[in-house]
């Protein structure tokens, strides 16, 4: 399986997913102009990674931003997730990094653990 990364910009995060040596990382800033043809690669690519994922994968979140159309893609995400690890029965788990000033994105990290069984861990940094 072929990894997926894309070079972050001013409007868009560092997205790194390699199954192969187990990395799977988004950060940065996410308000891109049209969130679903940014997000759709990397939801195709976990859609892909489903049919065979990783005995364990742990996703590391570290978003300086993101606005309320990528809060829903990232929901999506998470969702996905989640069901991998139901479906597959595979250790997966989230880990959300946030700035210790910013109680914004740490309540957003709360608020996706909410809708989450997968283990997810919230990290001030």
Same mark, same amino acid.
């Given at each position: 399986?072929?990894?997926?990364?894309?070079?972050?910009?001013?409007?868009?995060?560092?997205?790194?997913?390699?199954?192969?040596?187990?990395?799977?990382?988004?950060?940065?800033?996410?308000?891109? #102009?049209?969130?679903?043809?940014?997000?759709?690669?990397?939801?195709?690519?976990?859609?892909?990674?489903?049919?065979?994922?990783?005995? #364990?994968?742990?996703?590391?979140?570290?978003?300086?931003?993101?606005?309320?159309?990528?809060?829903?893609?990232?929901?999506?995400?998470?969702?996905?997730?989640?069901?991998?690890?139901?479906?597959?029965?595979?250790?997966?788990?989230?880990?959300?990094?946030?700035?210790?000033?910013? !109680?914004?994105?740490?309540?957003?990290? #709360?608020?996706?653990? !909410?809708?989450?069984?997968?283990?997810? #861990?919230?990290?001030?940094?």
């Amino acid at each position: 399986m072929e990894k997926l990364e894309l070079t972050g910009t001013e409007d868009t995060p560092t997205i790194i997913l390699d199954k192969s040596n187990g990395i799977f990382k988004m950060a940065g800033r996410s308000l891109p #102009e049209d969130v679903n043809k940014f997000y759709t690669p990397i939801v195709n690519w976990l859609d892909t990674y489903s049919q065979e994922p990783n005995p #364990e994968t742990n996703f590391e979140m570290r978003f300086e931003y993101f606005n309320t159309a990528s809060a829903k893609l990232l929901l999506d995400i998470f969702m996905k997730l989640d069901s991998i690890a139901a479906t597959k029965k595979v250790n997966l788990s989230v880990k959300w990094y946030y700035d210790k000033r910013d !109680d914004d994105m740490k309540e957003a990290g #709360e608020e996706y653990a !909410d809708f989450l069984s997968i283990p997810f #861990e919230i990290i001030e940094n």
